[in-house]
């Protein structure tokens, strides 16, 4: 395994199906904000309304955007689920995750599917992480550390 590994130059890397079909089990999604079919005349999901129960496998390149959503989405009483990398020490992580949603860190790296050529997979360059907003969580404006 190299040292190294480079930066995709895409975002459009695909939930792989059993990954995905274990927590649509689970929370019974209705809502994808940015499907891997997303074209650039679609409705943009960072400004629509979601559904009651969202998946979120977002662009990483703005991934902090997505998050700031899917926290206020969550304060409209919704149920928002993301897969996002294992990244603690942003600001987004801070401000809107941490303390005000369920973690649940990904053992192994996920290995994402290139929408355009199905057979090819690329292992995730950072460990993974599934942030839970649920409406049985309190909600608060977010604490830092101390």
């Given at each position: 395994m190299?040292?190294?590994?480079?930066?995709?130059?895409?975002?459009?890397?695909?939930?792989p199906?059993?990954?995905?079909?274990?927590?649509d089990d689970?929370?019974?999604?209705?809502?994808?904000?940015?499907?891997?079919?997303w074209?650039?005349?679609?409705?943009?999901?960072?400004?629509?309304?979601?559904?009651?129960?969202?998946?979120?496998?977002?662009p990483?390149?703005?991934?902090?955007?997505?998050?700031?959503?899917?926290?206020?989405?969550?304060?409209k009483g919704k149920?928002?689920?993301?897969l996002i990398?294992?990244?603690?020490?942003?600001k987004?992580?801070?401000?809107?995750?941490?303390?005000?949603?369920?973690l649940r860190?990904?053992?192994?790296?996920?290995?994402?599917?290139d929408p355009?050529?199905?057979?090819k997979?690329q292992?995730?360059?950072?460990?993974?992480m599934?942030?839970?907003?649920?409406?049985?969580?309190?909600?608060?404006?977010?604490?830092?550390a101390?």
């Amino acid at each position: 395994m190299p040292a190294y590994m480079p930066k995709s130059k895409s975002d459009k890397w695909a939930t792989p199906p059993s990954f995905y079909k274990t927590l649509d089990d689970e929370f019974h999604f209705n809502y994808d904000p940015c499907p891997i079919t997303w074209n650039p005349e679609d409705p943009d999901g960072l400004t629509t309304e979601w559904g009651t129960s969202t998946f979120v496998n977002p662009p990483y390149s703005k991934v902090a955007k997505w998050i700031e959503k899917a926290h206020q989405e969550w304060k409209k009483g919704k149920t928002v689920v993301m897969l996002i990398n294992a990244v603690t020490d942003t600001k987004a992580f801070h401000e809107y995750i941490y303390n005000q949603a369920e973690l649940r860190f990904v053992k192994g790296r996920i290995c994402f599917i290139d929408p355009q050529n199905p057979d090819k997979k690329q292992p995730s360059p950072k460990p993974s992480m599934v942030v839970v907003y649920k409406t049985d969580l309190p909600q608060s404006n977010g604490t830092e550390a101390q």
